[in-house]
Structure formats: C-alpha cells, structure tokens
C-alpha cells in the first residue's frame, strides 16, 4: 500500500474523494478486476464508515456526475484523488479516450499544471514496472 495521507483528510474530503474515483471506475460503463482491486484498495485508505463505504459502493452501480465529484473537491484530496484516477485508468493497462479527458478535466478544476496528468501517468507506469519487478524478483528467488 502507498504510504499516503488520505486517512488524514477530513471525512467530508474523503467521502469526495472516493466518489470520485468511484466515477473513474465506471466512466467506460465496464469495471475490470485490477479496476475493482484498486478501488477497494484505496477505498480502504480513506477510512469511511461502513455507512459511507456501501454508498461509495452503490455509486459504481449509479455513478455520480464528474460535476457532482468535482463539487466537494479541491487542494489536497483533489490532487490525491487525481493521483488515484490516473491509477485507476492505467490499472487495466489502457487509458481510453473518456478517462483521458475526465483526467484533463479533473486536473483543470484543481488548476494543476498542463501537463500534469502527463507527469501522473508517467509516474504511474514507473510504478507498475517496478511492481511486476518485484513479482519477477520473486519468482527467480525459486530453487
């Protein structure tokens, strides 16, 4: 699990912030395994009430609006919630064309830098190399 701050936010701020990568996971209308393991995984670090994890939850079957998401989110939890999305989008291996300009759009409400998404996902794909890395390092650990 990433050492990370989004148990730190304000529950307000987490519940926002899971709201929006419950979007994410739905924006393709499909939700693959890595999608879902992601999501639990981060849903999981934003520590939400059992209340507030079956709500998330019941967003991916009826997904908010981007704008919906967007309303409640700024500064920290925006930028950790965006960090997230871009993971999600990258867990299936494909950023479509609908998470792209979601991402875009996400970035642009946080008034991040142009190329901000740019940097999130080259980070991310450095992430997940050095994660199956790891995976080939333990298979070659065998006798």
Known sequence: MLPDTVHKLPREERFAYARLLAYMARIDNELTVDEMAMFEQRLGTALLSPNQRDMIRASLKNPPSLEECLQD???????????????????????????????????????????????????????????????????????
């Open 73 to 143: 989110l700024s500064g920290e939890a925006g930028r950790l919630a965006l960090r997230d999305a871009v993971m999600m989008a990258a867990a299936d291996g494909n950023v479509d064309e609908d998470e792209q300009d979601a991402l875009e759009d996400i970035a642009e409400h946080l008034g991040l830098k142009e190329d901000a998404v740019a940097q999130l996902l080259q980070w991310t794909v450095k992430g997940y190399k050095w994660m199956k890395e790891g995976y080939e390092l333990l298979e070659a650990l065998e006798e």
